[in-house]
């Protein structure tokens, strides 16, 4: 996760960190081995949803938490984070594991599997020259359009207002539509919104929060 200025909300480095995921039986750890078996892993066809940037984990351990009946992966590339995520997550999570790897190999991670993709406060990559690099850029939407079951939807909040309007015009070149949109989430009639660390941290400090949730056939 990252600030409004894009940049990352970095944590100390724990040298154990690494340690701490080899360990842990929430990490996937042959994660490109279970393409197209995510359901096996879970023992059950319950829809995959996936987050990728968990930050701290508070957003994909609530919605796990919230949904049993829901098996959610979250996706983080940064092991000084992800470790906090994996000791906040409960062994009584069966609905939810991690994966320890970049966003630019989704679609040799994961199959059509996916029925929901979230993306919470993801880099803004603000200069132009870095625009590829935005995970709401044609080269990560033409990725995701291969890991989806059917319908593709996408979830996305950010407080950052640059990469919510280049968002919404690489949802709209690539032929998404609009079903919920907020302009500013906490001082709307927001229902049922689970809350990262870090958007709690930035709504506090009166930035406002961008949501959308977009979707194709």
């Known amino acids: 996760c990252y600030n409004n200025t894009g940049d990352y909300m970095r944590l100390r480095k724990n040298k154990n960190a690494l340690k701490i995921l080899n360990d842990s039986n929430k990490v996937i750890h042959n994660f490109f081995d279970y393409k197209n078996k995510f359901n096996e892993l879970f023992e059950n066809k319950n829809p995959i949803h996936l987050e990728i940037g968990i930050g701290k984990g508070d957003f994909i351990i609530n919605m ?22 994996v000791l906040k997550a409960e062994d009584k999570i069966d609905n939810l594991r991690f994966i320890h790897g970049d966003a630019i190999d989704i679609d040799k991670i994961f199959g059509k599997e996916i029925s929901v993709l979230y993306l919470n406060f993801s880099d803004p990559w603000p200069k132009t020259r870095h625009a ?4 709401t850029s044609s080269i990560f939407l033409e990725k995701y359009e291969k890991i989806f079951v059917e319908t593709k939807k996408i979830e996305m909040k950010t407080d950052n207002r640059n990469l919510f309007e280049y968002s919404l015009i690489k949802f709209n070149e690539h032929n998404y539509k609009i079903n919920e949109i907020s302009l500013d989430l906490h001082n709307s009639d927001m229902i049922n919104n689970v809350v990262t ?21």
Do not use: Q, T
Not at 132 to 135: D, S, T
Not at 199 to 217: C, H, L, N, Q, T
């Open 64 to 85: 796990a938490l919230k949904n049993p009946n829901i098996n959610f992966v979250g996706m983080e590339k940064f092991d000084s984070v992800l470790f906090k995520a």
């Open 197 to 217: 660390e870090y958007e709690e941290k930035f709504s506090k400090k009166g930035f406002p929060i961008y949501r959308v949730v977009v979707d194709k056939k």
């Open 132 to 135: 590829i690099r935005r995970l």
